[in-house]
């Protein structure tokens, strides 16, 4: 199903709910570093991902320091 809607806190804050109770699950593939951001985008391009590409701002060690 897509939804095709402005952003809003409202949509943000049931899509937070429907992931947290495991309605809603989106297909991650791969994860990158935001440092590897020319690597994802060339796989984004290859054509043969079969879910979403997530770009991590920040490591869990970095962001416990912020």
Known sequence: MMIHSQP???L????TQLIDEGRLKVPVETTFPLRKVRQAYEHSQSGYGRGRIVLRIADEAESAFA
């Open 8 to 10: 809003s806190r409202a």
């Open 12 to 15: 943000l804050q049931t899509l």
